[in-house]
């Protein structure tokens, strides 16, 4: 377990941030933070590269975006246009109208806050999993980004890991199963683990990195 630590701590000192942290989102359990995960969510969920679907929600917010009601009055060309300033281009028009749509759905839905959402899923994985794939573009994969991010905030589902997770985990010979990789870190860096484990997976870490940072160079 102490070498299991160690590479834990050696991954979180290599990759320190979110997702969400990246994107610019200061996660909390409120309406508009939840909505900018929605909506990073769905950007990753493509065939595209995590570090265009950060860039491009980037872009986004930066428009001043940030909000359900805001993305849904935003010009369709508009979004289009932050999408590939973001090189979010292989998806840029459907994404924009998925985008539009989801933003409407929420305020439809949930009066534009996603707490009413976690509420009405009564703390069941497989709840929230169903309320979440009913926004255009977030499958399966979607929703399990939504919920490996947000377990920061909402403790009650805390510890997730999603297959991705698990995946980078099994590069750097730790456990498989989301309690037993959240014994190795403290409640607040869950979270961060599940995402650096994620970058493992995709190779944006290096696993051998990791285990040579976590072994001193040895």
Do not use: K, N
């Not at 909506?39 to 065939?47: G, P």
């Amino acid at each position: 377990m102490s070498d299991e630590r160690a590479v834990a701590r050696a991954l979180l000192r290599c990759q320190p941030h979110t997702y969400a942290e990246e994107a610019g989102i200061r996660l909390a359990d409120r309406p508009a933070a939840l909505y900018q995960l929605l909506v990073l969510a769905t950007l990753l969920s493509t065939r595209i590269r995590a570090r265009v679907a950060v860039a491009a929600a980037g872009e986004l917010f930066a428009a001043g975006w940030r909000t359900p009601q805001r993305m849904e009055a935003a010009a369709w060309q508009d979004r289009v246009d932050a999408l590939g300033r973001g090189h979010y281009r292989r998806y840029d028009e459907r994404t924009a109208t998925m985008l539009g749509t989801g933003a409407r759905l929420c305020l439809d839905r949930w009066r534009g806050d996603l707490r009413r959402l976690h509420t009405a899923a009564h703390g069941d994985l497989a709840g929230l999993r169903r309320l979440l794939t009913a926004f255009p573009g977030i499958g399966p994969t979607g929703a399990d980004i939504f919920l490996r991010e947000v377990q920061t905030v909402w403790p009650d589902i805390r510890p997730f890991a999603d297959r991705r997770a698990l995946a980078g985990a099994a590069r750097l010979g730790l456990p498989q199963s989301a309690a037993d990789l959240a014994a190795l870190v403290g409640p607040a860096d869950v979270g961060r683990l599940t995402s650096a484990l994620v970058r493992v997976a995709l190779g944006e870490e290096s696993a051998a990195e990791v285990t040579r940072t976590a072994t001193g160079g040895r």
